[in-house]
């Protein structure tokens, strides 16, 4: 894979006039593709087999990348002082933010991860030409831009997500009708129920969150606390949706992609 920029908090690599490079290139190399599972086993049949009890991911993904100055920008390689600190400023950060590697192919573009860097130096004749950077993120693997589902009381849609499993979107559900609500989603064989809603209310998900745009509508002791979930099995990847009310409901989640950098 061939990049030369990469964008973090909204701001470019080759906003500030760097590129990355590679200041000691070793020819072929083995990358992790992240997303390494730990499987719990223990013995049976006096060590004939060992049955899978529990598997986790074990680590979260991080990478290492080198920059320069891009002399389309700079007069000269060396890293000043003043530069050195804006760089930290922007990298260094104690709270994860938006990365986006922006690849030769744009097979990245739609691909996001969520982390922050530790910054070492790259010094040639006591000058500073250059930082390695390391991508410290917070998940095992990339997550795709946000996609937006809506449905209207009844419909079916395709999670592109590549992990099996289920993810809570942030939902609004919008009453066009008043009683007790029922959302029936099919691949889960699971009921969200909400009693005494009201026509024109809105109801917010964003789990493990839920409330009323009515006040007076004390929804926390009308739930059965089942939040709204997109799943999908190796096999399966199509949600159908039904609900008891007439209503508009709007999802918005970031489909899990296992690739790794």
Known sequence: MYAYD?????????????????????GEETVTNGSQITFNTVSTLRGAKYELTSSEYSECITTTF???????????????????????????RKRFHKFKLLDENNEYSSFYFEGSFNISRIEMDDKVVGLELTLITN???????????????????EDVSDEEGF???ETTITLKASGNLTIYNVE????????NCTSGEVITMNY?????????????NDFNWNFLRVANTYEEHTNTISSSLSCTIVMTYSPVVKIGL
Not at 66 to 92: G, H, P, Y
Not at 188 to 195: G, K, M, P
């Open 208 to 220: 493990p969150v839920i409330s009323s745009s009515l006040s007076s509508h004390e929804i926390q």
């Open 139 to 157: 998940r095992p693997f990339a997550l795709l831009e946000p996609v937006t589902v809506t449905i209207s009381t009844s419909g079916s849609f």
């Open 167 to 169: 993810i809570y979107p």
């Open 6 to 26: 990469f964008e973090y908090d909204g701001v470019t690599l080759s906003d500030l006039g760097y590129t990355l490079c590679k200041f000691d290139s070793s």
């Open 66 to 92: 080198q920059m320069c100055k891009d002399l389309c920008a700079f007069d000269d390689l060396e890293i000043s002082v003043s530069e050195m600190r804006e760089l930290m400023s922007w990298l260094n």
């Open 188 to 195: 889960e064989d699971r009921t969200t129920y909400i009693a």
